[in-house]
């Protein structure tokens, strides 16, 4: 039984960990150089990222085969 394959390819997926990757850790840091709450869209944008990389696993845990419903 083979693997699928995932929705990013693996340049992809390393860009994406790369962005959730910086996204995450500038929020903190603005966070606490600026005192509105504009950090909440580094966080905002650090999670939809991280939404993508999880769906990604999903998919290329999936069996070949297998169809999407």
Same mark, same amino acid.
């Given at each position: 039984?083979?693997?699928? %394959?995932?929705? +990013? ?5 390393? =860009?994406?960990? /790369?962005?959730?990757? $910086? ?6 840091? %603005?966070?606490? +150089? ?5 950090? =909440?869209?580094? /966080?905002?944008?650090? $999670? ?22």
């Amino acid at each position: 039984m083979q693997q699928g %394959s995932g929705i +990013l390819t693996p340049r992809q997926r390393r =860009l994406a960990w /790369l962005g959730f990757l $910086l996204a995450a850790l500038q929020a903190p840091v %603005s966070a606490w +150089l600026v005192s509105d709450e504009s950090w =909440l869209f580094s /966080l905002c944008v650090a $999670l939809m990222v991280a939404t993508v990389i999880i769906a990604d696993d999903a998919a290329r845990r999936r069996p070949a085969d297998a169809t999407g419903d």
